[in-house]
């Protein structure tokens, strides 16, 4: 048998390791962006000049939030050419569970797909009480799936400190996993995660494949810090974080996000970058 032809057993002795070997490969080339809720007062004042600052940081990607849901379609294609004239993307926007019913979802699909999304991520919910309300969540993710998915785009869940905190013996968010489609994506929240006493790496880890974005954001337990501490400064594993992001949790983008800190809003985004550079250069 000549040299270049590989036989069926060992192609799929390779096939089998392929997607981890490449996931390893790409691991340092995954895109940093930034959650623009850290910039928010920029955003409200200039929002152009605010996006054109943070692409020229260095920043690979964004990720716009709810208010983004009331521009006008003009004002949609302009962020798109904007985005495409500085080179960086936005992979995912924030949504509030409103966004995502059947009176909405048709302007939420068409507004991320003009602004080149992958995901459509639910940021907030307002379930009713017990797990049963936590169900009702997962039911709505679902059926955002079902009305995304034939449009070339994803659901997506962002949870923040009450999905981590165990009601009647369990944490919501296992909930959410559980009892959501495998498709739609767990964007983890790393800050939010800690402060309610979870285990970030656990979390990844008991999740393969479904972390496909974290928020990177740093927590304190110092009362006097909380979230105002910069990327690196508070409690959080990074190396073991973003460790497990790349080898289980098929981690496609990174955003780092920032509710405030001593420094200006801008000033607070370009030393974060500088320090997950530090962290974990490319």
């Not at 909405?104 to 602004?115: E, H, P, Q, V």
């Not at 009480?129 to 955002?144: Q, R, T, V, Y």
């Not at 289980?248 to 509710?259: N, S």
């Amino acid at each position: 048998m000549p040299s270049h032809i590989v036989s069926r057993r060992s192609f799929i002795a390779i096939s089998a390791t392929l997607p981890w070997a490449l996931q390893a490969r790409a691991a340092n080339s995954i895109p940093i962006g930034l959650e623009l809720y850290s910039v928010r007062e920029g955003l409200k004042k200039d929002p152009e000049a605010t996006v054109r600052a943070v692409a020229q940081m260095g920043y690979q990607c964004v990720e716009f939030y709810a208010p983004y849901f009331e521009w006008t379609e003009t004002q949609t294609k302009q962020t798109r050419k904007l985005l495409d004239d500085l080179g960086i993307h936005c992979f995912s926007t924030h949504n509030d569970s409103s966004y995502l019913t059947a009176e909405n979802i048709g302007k939420a699909r068409d507004m991320n797909l003009i602004l080149g999304c992958k995901y459509v991520v639910m940021s907030s919910s307002k379930p009713k009480p017990g797990l049963d309300g936590w169900k009702e969540i997962a039911d709505s993710l679902n059926f955002a799936v079902d009305n995304l998915e034939s449009s070339g785009l994803r659901a997506g869940y962002h949870n923040h400190q009450t999905e981590f905190t165990p009601l009647e013996g369990q944490r919501p968010m296992e909930i959410l996993a559980k009892n959501t489609k495998p498709s739609v994506m767990l964007q983890l929240d790393v800050g939010t995660c800690l402060e309610a006493g979870s285990d970030p790496v656990a979390w990844i880890r008991a999740n393969p494949g479904r972390i496909r974005s974290l928020h990177l954001k740093d927590w304190s337990p110092d009362p006097a810090k909380g979230y105002t501490v910069l990327f690196g400064e508070g409690s959080a594993d990074w190396k073991n974080i973003l460790g497990a992001a790349e080898s289980v949790g098929g981690v496609e983008y990174y955003l780092l996000e920032q509710e405030g800190s001593r420094f200006s809003e801008l000033e607070t985004a370009k030393r974060c970058l500088e320090s997950f550079r530090k962290t974990h250069p490319a």
